[in-house]
């Protein structure tokens, strides 16, 4: 498939100028939505578009340099699991499209490629065939719909996350890939940071890192270790409103963004060079963040 790089390219040569803001959270902000009564929350790029220009406009507004699509559990598996594997096309390559017609000329679009949510054999029963396919004509729909990059998030498995790179990157589109750190400062699967930044740069990825997780302070210690083992690509982290709280049988993040904004700041003085947030956030987050971003002194090319 041939797509135009003239965008992507100028996302890479952006990060040598100064550092890049995605948006926050989807899936929480979806999940609070009055008329929730979907399996996945794909369905709402389907079953209410003008919902979804909402939250890409409130996140263009807000000053994200990148939108990210509502596509996360958007691969082949998850969505034979929803039953939705039949409108795949109308998934990912819609999305794309509605974040692309929100973001115009003033933002970048990341399609967003989530894991699959199965495991490959011998713990699971899927092959890295099936993986690849999966995530490869997830990767070719987003790709048609006019998205500027790929976003390959929260994996916790290398095999996986490394076939989800390959796929995405046969695109001819730049790669960002992040792993979630989550249990002692490794992923589900037992991968150390410094391990899993590795696998990411070697399967190709333009930039690595980490998101999601139980907050700053742990994506910090995360961040640390990435930073000792010298990473070869710039680093990415977009982590969670802190831990949730169930509070009146509503999943409620009540980590303040002001917070966030600090620890941020901090991961930029230190070399990283791609900054969001995830799960619990909103647009305040994201505006905090550009106004703390648009403070800094513009970096010098090396």
Same mark, same amino acid.
């Given at each position: 498939?041939?797509?135009?790089?003239?965008?992507? @390219?100028?996302?890479?040569?952006?990060?040598?100028?100064?550092?890049?803001?995605?948006?926050?959270?989807?899936?929480?902000?979806?999940?609070?939505?009055?008329? &929730? @009564?979907?399996?996945?929350?794909?369905?709402?790029?389907? &079953?209410?578009?003008? $919902?979804?220009?909402?939250?890409?406009?409130?996140?263009?507004?807000?000053?994200? !340099?990148?939108?990210?699509?509502?596509?996360?559990?958007?691969?082949?598996?998850?969505?034979?699991?929803?039953?939705?594997?039949?409108?795949?096309?109308?998934?990912? &390559?819609?999305?794309?499209?509605?974040?692309?017609?929100?973001?115009? @000329?003033?933002?970048?679009?990341?399609? !967003?490629?989530?894991?699959?949510? @199965?495991?490959?054999?011998?713990?699971?029963?899927?092959?890295?065939?099936?993986?690849?396919?999966?995530?490869?004509?997830?990767?070719?729909?987003?790709?048609?719909?006019?998205? !500027?990059?790929?976003?390959?998030?929260?994996?916790?498995?290398? &095999?996986?996350?490394?076939?989800?790179?390959?796929?995405?990157?046969?695109?001819?589109?730049?790669?960002?890939?992040?792993?979630?750190?989550?249990?002692?400062?490794?992923?589900?699967?037992?991968?150390?940071?410094?391990?899993?930044? $590795?696998?990411?740069?070697?399967?190709?990825?333009?930039?690595?890192?980490?998101?999601?997780?139980?907050?700053?302070?742990?994506?910090?210690?995360?961040?640390?270790?990435?930073?000792?083992?010298?990473?070869?690509?710039?680093?990415?982290?977009?982590?969670?409103?802190?831990?949730?709280?169930?509070?009146?049988?509503?999943?409620?993040?009540?980590?303040?963004?002001?917070?966030?904004?600090?620890?941020?700041?901090?991961?930029?003085?230190?070399?990283?060079?791609?900054?969001?947030?995830?799960?619990?956030?909103?647009?305040?987050?994201?505006?905090?963040?550009?106004?703390?971003?648009? $403070?800094?002194?513009? $970096?010098?090319?090396?």
């Amino acid at each position: 498939m041939a797509v135009d790089r003239s965008a992507s @390219d100028a996302v890479l040569h952006a990060l040598a100028c100064r550092p890049l803001l995605f948006d926050g959270a989807m899936g929480s902000i979806l999940n609070d939505l009055p008329e &929730r @009564d979907w399996e996945a929350p794909e369905e709402v790029t389907l &079953r209410f578009p003008e $919902r979804m220009a909402e939250v890409y406009q409130a996140y263009l507004e807000a000053g994200a !340099d990148v939108l990210s699509t509502n596509t996360f559990g958007g691969n082949l598996i998850r969505l034979q699991r929803a039953g939705l594997v039949e409108q795949s096309e109308a998934i990912n &390559r819609g999305a794309a499209e509605q974040a692309r017609a929100v973001a115009g @000329d003033d933002a970048w679009v990341a399609g !967003d490629i989530g894991q699959s949510g @199965d495991f490959l054999e011998p713990l699971g029963d899927v092959t890295e065939d099936q993986m690849t396919e999966a995530f490869q004509v997830q990767a070719e729909q987003l790709a048609s719909g006019g998205v !500027d990059l790929l976003l390959c998030e929260t994996f916790s498995d290398i &095999r996986e996350v490394q076939i989800a790179i390959q796929a995405a990157a046969s695109t001819g589109l730049p790669v960002f890939a992040t792993m979630t750190y989550d249990i002692n400062l490794h992923t589900m699967m037992g991968v150390s940071p410094a391990d899993g930044m $590795r696998a990411c740069e070697d399967a190709g990825a333009a930039v690595i890192g980490c998101n999601c997780g139980n907050g700053p302070e742990e994506m910090t210690q995360v961040l640390d270790q990435m930073l000792a083992a010298a990473p070869r690509r710039p680093l990415m982290a977009q982590s969670n409103a802190g831990v949730p709280e169930l509070i009146d049988g509503r999943v409620c993040y009540l980590y303040p963004p002001e917070r966030m904004v600090d620890f941020a700041r901090r991961w930029i003085d230190a070399g990283v060079s791609v900054v969001g947030s995830c799960c619990g956030s909103t647009s305040r987050t994201t505006l905090l963040l550009r106004e703390m971003i648009d $403070r800094l002194p513009a $970096r010098v090319p090396a």
